[in-house]
């Protein structure tokens, strides 16, 4: 039997069922939206990288006869498949992946924006007062 405060939280009859379904299923759309992006552009960035020689010729499948745009490209799909399983086994709980990606997402910031102060110094000789 479950206790009082949990069997009220997930009733049919409580507010908070509702909203929890509802982000359930808005996390989920964002999730597969994302997941999309990601693929896209990972299969987007290959195939440049392949064109310009940075990596060795792959083999890639053009989807679509009248969008130039929608490819496939088998080998960067098994890359993004390995990495998954290996994200998911290495880290074990989401809370433990989403400390991980908020350093992350810190990490990016950090770089980005100390990268971008570096640029204002040396190449547009922004004075150091207006830098820092």
Excluded at 73 to 97: E, K, M
């Amino acid at each position: 039997m479950l206790p009082t405060y949990i069997a009220i939280a997930y009733s049919d009859e409580s507010v908070a069922g509702t909203a929890a379904a509802a982000g359930i299923l808005l996390a989920t759309a964002a999730t597969v939206i994302a997941s999309q992006a990601v693929i896209t552009g990972a299969f987007s960035v290959a195939s440049q990288a392949a064109q310009l020689g940075y990596l060795p010729r792959l083999r890639i499948h053009h989807t679509s006869a009248s969008t130039i745009g929608q490819i496939y490209v088998p080998w960067i799909n098994g890359v993004l498949l390995v990495a998954v399983l290996i994200l998911v086994f290495a880290f074990r709980s989401s809370s433990a992946l989403a400390y991980a990606f908020g350093m992350a997402v810190t990490g990016t910031m950090t770089i980005t924006t100390l990268l971008f102060l570096y640029l204002a110094r040396t190449r547009v000789g922004a004075p150091l007062w207006l830098v820092i």
